[in-house]
């Protein structure tokens, strides 16, 4: 409870930026670069070996990714390693840019320069920290002393390129930017702009990391806007955002950074990082594509690529994690599954132009999912919508409404006693055990009709508790004569309330449903349902198991 030890440590810009408040979502894609093979990988317990990261650069382009942070090379041999093999084996499309970071130290950019000799697109990222705290205490020097080692860290990316012969781009970050006063971070990136001057055929990159989270959302976005607006050369340079996710609004600081005036996203796939991790990418990207913006990144195959993910990284998605957790789609909830699937109805009856599903914002078969293994599912909390869906779309049952709330209740009481989810081949045996296979104690053995001046005739012989019994009854039809005489022989006391039946297969000798719902005299419902190639016949075991269940 020692919460005075604490207080703010960011810095609001010298004047008021709040232009970003005008909008109200994302309208493009930003320039993405996945940091997973870097900052993704130094957060792992046991980091990739070099197949890994093969594979999983190939997946990244896959994706669409067109500019990658492919590793610290002066940090470790394994990364100078996989980098080298990336160029050496020729595996970096011509379409994608590598990505290297570098301290502004002399011996650390000298090996990174030969860690790229060859490459053909290369991004070289260069930082230091900028922030109070570092400054202070880790650093010790002045404004002035930071400021100086960014700008020869500049000019020596700068001149070991010219001695090169290269043509690399060149990215700068103050790190640990969130502490830092902005108008302080917005002399040390000019100083750097400066030594680059960047042209229009070859743009610097800026980059405002949240090296760690300290305010609310609103506060970056304002920091972002402030550089974006007074930044030296700005048609020239590429705001770039590297937000992490210590306040867990890495996601957020992203999307009103953009919205602030930044061009570029650094993130991973499922925001994996160092501590509470960097900003999830797929979030970001689905959330532009569940407002009809184009995120120019493919998470079609998203199982896919979890399995992918996971195999890379030993890290687990979480159930919940948005669009890729497996159970982000799925709906336990009675009234939820309830209107998930009369909205499904509505999407194929109007064919709209858009999508508006209540409670799924985008389809889930966009993402490769299917609706009866990931959206609805069943167990004790859910009801009658869902599992009707599920014996409909699955199984081919358009079960009559009342009979749907039968079914649910079965369905859930079942759930409950297992203490288990029902998965959708239970539920239809549930089903069929319940409503269709109920023959006891009532048997219809024979059945015989004759044609009458006021309807039919029927002959049954059957039994009830094993005692057989033959009789005739007449009807105006032949499910109606079959319960009178059933009535007559055994003294039942009910009425046929709900009668629907529909083909189950599209042939000549299709088998047909027969649902029958009969009313005692205490109000209360019973349900039976019957499947036989001929319709009378499959409409009186329909009858018989209402009986059976009454």
């Not at 020869?152 to 830092?180: C, I, M, V, W």
Request: glycine content about 6%; hydrophobic content about 35%.
């Amino acid at each position: 409870m020692n919460y005075r030890k604490y207080k703010r440590q960011y810095f609001l810009p010298p004047v008021k930026c709040m232009d970003w408040t005008e909008k109200d979502y994302v309208e493009k894609a930003p320039v993405w670069c996945s940091v997973d093979l870097r900052d993704g990988n130094q957060a792992l317990v046991i980091p990739m070996n070099l197949q890994q990261k093969i594979e999983f650069f190939k997946l990244l382009t896959k994706i669409g990714f067109k500019e990658i942070e492919v590793g610290f090379p002066a940090a470790s041999e394994t990364e100078y390693t996989f980098i080298r093999t990336l160029i050496e084996e020729n595996l970096i499309p011509d379409d994608v840019t590598i990505q290297v970071l570098t301290q502004a130290r002399e011996h650390i950019i000298k090996k990174t320069f030969e860690a790229v000799k060859g490459a053909k697109n290369v991004i070289i990222h260069v930082y230091n920290s900028t922030s109070l705290a570092q400054r202070e205490q880790v650093f010790k020097k002045s404004k002035e002393e930071i400021l100086e080692i960014a700008v020869k860290g500049a000019q020596l990316l700068k001149d070991l390129t010219e001695q090169a012969g290269e043509n690399y781009r060149f990215e700068y970050s103050p790190e640990s930017f969130t502490g830092t006063e902005p108008e302080y971070a917005l002399e040390v990136c000019n100083a750097v702009l400066d030594v680059w001057k960047p042209q229009s055929d070859r743009k610097a990159i800026i980059n405002l990391p949240v090296t760690v989270q300290h305010s609310m959302p609103h506060v970056y976005a304002s920091q972002v806007e402030y550089i974006c607006k007074n930044i030296k050369y700005r048609e020239n340079v590429v705001i770039s955002l590297h937000p992490h996710n210590d306040r867990g609004c890495g996601v957020a600081d992203a999307e009103m950074g953009l919205l602030a005036g930044a061009d570029r996203i650094e993130g991973t796939l499922f925001g994996n990082g160092e501590r509470t991790g960097n900003a999830d990418i797929v979030t970001i990207a689905l959330n532009m594509y569940a407002q009809g913006v184009c995120p120019e990144l493919d998470f079609s195959e998203m199982t896919e690529i979890c399995e992918k993910y996971e195999g890379f990284t030993g890290m687990k998605i979480n159930e919940r994690s948005p669009y890729s957790g497996e159970l982000v789609f799925a709906a336990f909830s009675g009234s939820h599954q309830d209107a998930i699937a009369k909205g499904m109805h509505w999407q194929e009856e109007k064919q709209p132009e858009h999508w508006t599903v209540p409670y799924l914002p985008i389809d889930p078969s966009d993402l490769g999912r299917n609706y009866d293994a990931d959206v609805i599912r069943i167990n004790s909390q859910s009801g009658k919508g869902g599992v009707g869906y599920i014996l409909e779309t699955k199984f081919g049952l358009n079960l009559p409404p009342k009979m749907r709330e039968a079914m649910g209740y079965t369905a859930k009481a079942v759930s409950d006693h297992r203490q288990k989810e029902l998965l959708p081949e239970e539920i239809f045996e549930l089903f069929k055990k319940t409503f269709e296979n109920t023959s006891s104690p009532l048997t219809v053995e024979e059945t015989h009709f004759e044609k009458s001046e006021n309807g039919v005739v029927a002959e049954i012989k059957s039994s009830f508790n094993q005692k057989p019994i033959s009789v005739k009854a007449s009807g105006n039809g032949s499910l109606n004569a079959v319960s009178n005489a059933l009535k007559k022989a055994y003294g039942f006391q009910y009425e046929v309330v709900t009668y629907q039946e529909h083909a189950l297969e599209k042939s000549s000798h299709a088998r047909a449903i027969a649902y029958v719902g009969i009313q005692k005299p205490d109000g209360a419902l019973a349900w039976g349902a019957g499947v036989h190639e001929d319709i009378i016949h499959a409409s009186i075991d329909a009858l018989v198991a209402a009986i059976n269940n009454r």
